[in-house]
């Protein structure tokens, strides 16, 4: 896309975190914003910032692991501004964690429902619509999670391994379909200074309730404590998500598929795709210190 100035972005899990960072920052370069989140405070605040500056924007509930909620959120986007030209699917939870084997069926339904399925949605939904007028991007929000495979928190990788297949996927359909005028972006963030870790205040019927786990069950001396503290930390001092908004802001104007927020996980990405070619067994992944 040559200019975002007039046009009209969505931005699914607007109201917080790195959503609500691309949704500034798209505002800040001229366009119309369509805040969908399912917080509603949040998504108002969002909102009422948006339109202090002086830009357009509006807010519209969305559950994204309901497609009749992604039909929403187009109707009243092309209802408020005639069309849709950036989408940005990145509604995302942190999941649970823990042994896969011992994950309940509603941690794996809850965070394949909003970190997948709310892509799937999203491109089932709003696609069609691109297609219509030939001109946009879809940014999807995969991870590097979605190239390398940590212990203990299968749900979280199984679903943005799926978003980065589902990207790739998007891409060569539309290339191959002649529809030059569609990008797609597939942003694939390391650890990102936000409250995912919190997702859960949103899972529906509230944060379950978990007895603590016997040595060698999932506890800390199995790993899932050491596992979750050290995220913890990794998240408290990580990239700005600000500065990630401008690395997608650019991606959209230069037609960038893969997008990467650092590169301290190069090399264990590289090292696993030479695993794999190598038919070695997987090493954990573990970032480069920068």
Request: proline share 6%; net charge negative; with cysteine.
């Amino acid at each position: 896309m040559e200019t975002l100035e007039g046009r009209t972005a969505v931005v699914t899990g607007g109201a917080s975190g790195m959503g609500r960072a691309f949704a500034d920052r798209f505002a800040r370069a001229g366009m119309r914003v369509v805040v969908a989140d399912i917080e509603d405070g949040p998504r108002d605040a969002a909102v009422a910032d948006i339109r202090a500056t002086g830009a357009e924007a509006i807010g519209v509930r969305c559950d994204v692991a309901r497609a009749e909620d992604h039909e929403a959120v187009l109707a009243a986007a092309v209802d408020a501004f005639g069309a849709v030209n950036v989408v940005c699917l990145n509604a995302g939870v942190g999941g649970a964690n823990g042994p896969s084997w011992q994950l309940s069926v509603d941690d794996w339904s809850w965070t394949l429902g909003v970190n997948l399925w709310g892509v799937i949605h999203g491109i089932r939904t709003f696609v069609p619509h691109l297609l219509t007028h030939g001109d946009g991007h879809v940014v999807t929000t995969a991870s590097i999670a979605g190239h390398t495979s940590s212990p203990w928190g299968a749900p979280y990788n199984v679903s943005k391994h799926g978003v980065a297949t589902l990207s790739e996927t998007l891409f060569h359909e539309l290339k191959r379909s002649g529809t030059a005028g569609i990008g797609v972006t597939c942003l694939c963030p390391g650890f990102v200074a936000t409250n995912i870790l919190s997702s859960d205040r949103n899972r529906p019927g509230g944060r379950p309730e978990r007895s603590a786990p016997a040595d060698g069950e999932g506890g800390r001396d199995s790993g899932t404590g050491r596992f979750i503290d050290v995220v913890k930390r990794m998240i408290e001092n990580g990239k700005p998500a600000p500065e990630v908004a401008d690395l997608v802001h650019d991606a959209v104007l230069t037609d960038q598929f893969w997008l990467f927020t650092d590169e301290v996980w190069d090399e264990p990405i590289a090292r696993r795709h030479a695993e794999i070619a190598q038919r070695l067994p997987p090493t954990v992944p573990a970032p480069r210190r920068p």
